[in-house]
């Protein structure tokens, strides 16, 4: 009789007797969580993991159930974050933090924003680069080794084959582009416009961020299919280079298989998720749907992901054996709306009861919550959410909105919340925190500041 979790069978509560079956209930790592484990020689295992356990699990693989380092924040505590997180996104979002600085200090604390810089930027013997810029989950930081495995055709086709027809049109300006970009780079796409000889094409007023210039298009093709690369950036502009002159050589190799390459990013993705279903795992670095799918199936087979039964989740989830199940997480982290914990937004409902949505892009008189809301952790649950406003010109962190969710114990959440607003201005080199006046909690929370 096998009892390796091949595909999932029949889930039943550890009670009672089962004809044919047998029934056992083990410790997961470390002994911190116990699971039933039902066998028979007609459905192979299937390990039940409750929701809050699951919730657990994913807070300990995302780096929450870590203690924050109690010195100085080193390159060796970045390097063991990104172990475990994998990803960075990028976005051109302000309004409080960049979106790749924050995940670092919601798991870190208070660190120098230059150890990021660094690690993706800059290069020395000394110091190798460490990270480099692609479209993973979105326009991520990712390690420097796994820019191969991103792009093996294992990934869903990313917008900038829409580029193509310009590419096959134009080949000329693309050679020219790559020369220009291996005389000048790293260079701006304005600069390579200027160089190219054609007028620097800005956007007019009300134009969108996509309506580019011919040159920024070409760029942005040849930066997706790997012909470019991030040399540095320039008040958070892309500057171009060739890739040769910033990833090292072993990352310049050809991509693997592409089956190969997904099945390196769904092992990837099941261990900075912790409990996940396919879509979940899939979603993780965008992955092709049969790509996933085949994935799974194969990693399953050959042990290295566990089939469990999560109770009120509908559909399969997936474990690496052995991952961690704490008995408890406590703690608080402020979260911004890129961060990998939350970014899939229907698994951070699932996970949390915790719907949230973006409200960038919705005018102001619709918003529910705020332009830029980052959700509150405290204690494994997601208990309050915070509109934030890194105000530099009067160097105060503004929060014009504070909302509590439903049934959370409010001084405290209220308190907590203060607290970490603090240790936020705090990190950005801002004097105090401005409460503002909207939300159910904003009274609360201004007294407890």
Same mark, same amino acid.
């Given at each position: 009789?096998?009892?390796?979790?091949?595909?999932?069978?029949?889930?039943?509560?550890?009670?009672?007797?089962?004809?044919?079956?047998?029934?056992?209930?083990?410790?997961?790592?470390?002994?911190?969580?116990?699971?039933? %484990?039902?066998?028979?020689?007609?459905?192979?295992?299937?390990?039940?993991?409750?929701?809050?356990?699951?919730?657990?699990?994913?807070?300990?693989?995302?780096?929450?159930?870590?203690?924050?380092?109690?010195?100085?924040?080193?390159?060796?505590?970045?390097?063991?974050?990104?172990?475990?997180?994998?990803?960075?996104?990028?976005?051109?979002?302000? %309004?409080?933090?960049?979106?790749?600085?924050?995940?670092?200090?919601?798991?870190?604390?208070?660190?120098?924003?230059?150890?990021?810089?660094?690690?993706?930027?800059?290069?020395?013997?000394?110091?190798?680069?460490?990270?480099?810029?692609?479209?993973?989950?979105?326009?991520?930081?990712?390690?420097?080794?796994?820019?191969?495995?991103?792009?093996?055709?294992?990934?869903?086709?990313?917008?900038?084959?829409?580029?193509?027809?310009?590419?096959?049109?134009?080949?000329?300006?693309?050679?020219?582009?790559?020369?220009?970009?291996?005389?000048?780079?790293?260079?701006?796409?304005?600069?390579?416009?200027?160089?190219?000889?054609?007028?620097?094409?800005?956007?007019?007023?009300?134009?969108?961020w996509w309506e580019r210039s011919d040159v920024k298009r070409v760029c942005e093709y040849l930066f997706g299919v790997g012909a470019l690369t991030t040399?540095?950036?320039?008040?958070?502009?892309?500057?171009?280079?060739?890739?040769?002159?910033?990833?090292?050589?072993?990352?310049?190799?050809?991509?693997?298989?592409?089956?190969?390459?997904?099945?390196?990013?769904?092992?990837?993705?099941?261990?900075?998720?912790?409990?996940?279903?396919?879509?979940?795992?899939?979603?993780?670095?965008?992955?092709?749907?049969?790509?996933?799918?085949?994935?799974?199936?194969?990693?399953?087979?050959?042990?290295?992901?566990?089939?469990?039964?999560?109770r009120g989740w509908r559909h399969p989830a997936y474990r690496v054996p052995g991952s961690p199940v704490p008995r408890r997480i406590t703690g608080r982290?402020?979260?911004?709306?890129?961060?990998?914990?939350?970014?899939?937004?229907?698994?951070?409902?699932?996970?949390?009861?915790?719907?949230?949505?973006?409200?960038?892009?919705?005018?102001?008189?619709?918003?529910?919550?705020?332009?830029?809301?980052?959700?509150?952790?405290?204690?494994?649950?997601?208990?309050?959410?915070?509109?934030?406003?890194?105000?530099?010109?009067?160097? %105060?962190?503004?929060?014009?909105?504070?909302?509590?969710?439903?049934?959370?114990?409010?001084?405290?959440?209220?308190?907590?919340?203060?607290?970490?607003?603090?240790?936020?201005?705090?990190?950005?080199?801002?004097?105090?925190?401005?409460?503002?006046?909207?939300?159910?909690?904003?009274?609360?929370?201004?007294?407890?500041?």
């Open positions: 009789m096998s009892t390796r979790p091949v595909v999932i069978g029949r889930v039943e509560q550890c009670t009672g007797p089962r004809p044919g079956g047998i029934r056992s209930r083990r410790k997961l790592s470390g002994g911190r969580a116990s699971i039933c %484990v039902v066998t028979s020689p007609s459905a192979p295992p299937t390990d039940v993991l409750g929701a809050p356990a699951a919730r657990r699990a994913v807070l300990a693989a995302q780096g929450f159930a870590a203690a924050r380092p109690s010195g100085p924040v080193t390159r060796r505590h970045l390097v063991r974050t990104l172990d475990r997180i994998r990803l960075l996104q990028l976005d051109s979002v302000n %309004v409080a933090v960049r979106a790749h600085y924050m995940p670092l200090f919601s798991r870190l604390g208070r660190y120098e924003r230059a150890l990021v810089d660094d690690a993706a930027w800059a290069h020395s013997t000394r110091r190798p680069r460490l990270l480099v810029e692609y479209w993973a989950h979105e326009a991520s930081l990712l390690p420097v080794h796994d820019w191969p495995l991103l792009r093996a055709e294992a990934k869903r086709a990313g917008w900038w084959r829409h580029y193509a027809a310009l590419i096959d049109s134009h080949p000329g300006l693309v050679d020219d582009v790559l020369a220009a970009v291996k005389e000048l780079g790293p260079v701006g796409a304005g600069e390579l416009e200027a160089a190219l000889g054609g007028p620097v094409q800005r956007r007019p007023p009300g134009a969108s040399g540095a950036r320039r008040h958070f502009q892309r500057l171009y280079d060739l890739p040769e002159r910033v990833l090292p050589p072993e990352a310049l190799a050809d991509p693997p298989p592409p089956d190969e390459a997904a099945r390196a990013l769904t092992r990837r993705a099941a261990a900075a998720l912790g409990v996940a279903t396919e879509p979940d795992l899939r979603d993780y670095y965008r992955i092709s749907s049969e790509h996933s799918q085949r994935a799974v199936a194969e990693l399953v087979e050959a042990g290295e992901l566990d089939a469990i039964t999560v982290a402020l979260l911004c709306p890129f961060d990998p914990l939350i970014w899939e937004r229907a698994r951070t409902e699932r996970i949390f009861g915790f719907r949230y949505r973006i409200e960038i892009y919705v005018p102001e008189p619709k918003r529910e919550y705020g332009y830029y809301v980052f959700p509150f952790l405290l204690d494994g649950e997601l208990v309050a959410r915070v509109d934030l406003k890194a105000d530099r010109r009067t160097g %105060v962190l503004r929060v014009p909105g504070a909302f509590a969710e439903p049934e959370v114990a409010r001084p405290r959440v209220a308190a907590e919340l203060a607290g970490a607003l603090h240790e936020m201005a705090d990190w950005l080199e801002l004097d105090g925190v401005v409460p503002g006046e909207r939300g159910d909690l904003m009274a609360e929370l201004a007294a407890a500041l």
